[in-house]
């Protein structure tokens, strides 16, 4: 009797055991991946982090550390950057830099030749000029600007990548890679994640995005598409697009401007005149494989014009959001079966470019 009841406690003790283990397995099962969020400040703007996976917050941490190693090789306002180094010798020497800014510059360059000098990376002695979202922003003379327009000219940037060296061949002509430098840095923390085995994550530097990965239960990342109506400390968006890999990227008139004698000037500034560019657009969204070439082309494309612009995209096989001062929204064909109108004041023209 004593042994039957002892027998009868042990297996009792082996089935709680058992529940035990299975319950664990089974809260496990539900539970939500493993993820890190952070917010830091680089390139001038807010960088907003979600990583998932058991290196979640590891890759985090790589991916700033990336970023901000990359805003030490390419800012202009950096004193021992790259892009400095490479405007004070402005109309001399060859310099030497690092071959991730060489490979920038490149890609900076293809896009103004592809886009006709719409987008330009010698922007800098004009757009230094207007200051927008700086201490001293103001309405430039026309003076002024057509003084420093001539040394506006992406065809006397040259780069060689093989060496990693860059020249400009007149003196006072200057780099800004503000236009292309957040979606470079998506493209640096999307390596990182990789790299440091996270599962998943997604990036925003500003108007650009990053996503890598596959989300867990399967479904494509949901990329909001922001109204350029709405404010900055109240932001709503319009629309959604669906992206399972890539990169997005904004320009819009909405994120550095100021008003002067009732007229408001934005920081979308047109190479070619020295002014913001005027037509119809508000703002330009595009998607492709590549973080620096979908921030340049959304710049290039705002400059060209809808019409214009969607050739350019063509040219990359990238996706464009157009969209105009009567709210309206173009989308090329390839945006089609990815993006959703969620609000009904704006008007959807498919196929439209």
């Not at 004593?2 to 397995?25: D, N, P, R, T």
């Not at 420093?148 to 006397?156: C, F, T």
């Amino acid at each position: 009797m004593y042994k039957e009841k002892k027998l009868a406690y042990l297996l009792f003790a082996v089935l709680i055991v058992v529940i035990a283990v299975l319950a664990c397995i089974l809260i496990k099962s539900n539970q939500k991946p493993v993820s890190y969020e952070c917010t830091n400040y680089a390139m001038g703007t807010y960088v907003q982090q979600t990583v998932y996976g058991k290196n979640s917050q590891q890759a985090a941490k790589a991916a700033a550390q990336k970023i901000g190693e990359l805003e030490n090789l390419i800012s202009w306002r950096r004193s021992d950057s790259d892009i400095t180094k490479l405007n004070q010798a402005s109309g001399s020497d060859w310099v030497s830099i690092d071959p991730k800014t060489a490979a920038i510059l490149q890609k900076s360059l293809d896009v103004a030749d592809k886009s006709y000098g719409a987008f330009d990376p010698t922007i800098l002695p004009v757009s230094s000029l207007w200051d927008f979202g700086g201490e001293n922003q103001h309405l430039p003379s026309k003076k002024e600007i057509q003084k420093y327009l001539k040394y506006v000219n992406y065809k006397e940037l040259r780069v060689n990548t093989q060496e990693s060296t860059a020249s400009l061949k007149r003196h006072y002509m200057a780099v800004d890679l503000g236009a292309v430098g957040k979606g470079a840095a998506c493209d640096e923390a999307v390596a990182a994640y990789e790299q440091a085995g996270a599962d998943s994550g997604i990036i925003a530097v500003g108007g650009s995005i990053g996503v890598f990965g596959t989300k867990k239960d399967g479904t494509p990342w949901n990329i909001a598409v922001r109204d350029p109506h709405s404010s900055e400390t109240q932001s709503a968006s319009l629309g959604a697009i669906d992206l399972r890999s890539g990169y997005v990227s904004t320009s819009g008139t909405y994120e550095k401007y100021f008003t002067k004698n009732g007229v408001t000037y934005h920081h979308l500034l047109n190479p070619k005149t020295g002014y913001p560019e005027n037509n119809s657009l508000v703002s330009v969204t595009v998607v492709c494989d590549n973080g620096a070439l979908s921030d340049a082309l959304s710049t290039a494309c705002f400059v060209l014009g809808r019409e214009k612009g969607a050739e350019l995209l063509k040219k990359y096989n990238a996706g464009g959001i157009f969209i105009t001062t009567d709210d309206k929204i173009y989308l090329t064909k390839n945006m089609e079966n990815t993006f959703t109108l969620s609000d009904r004041k704006y008007s959807l023209v498919k196929s439209g470019v």
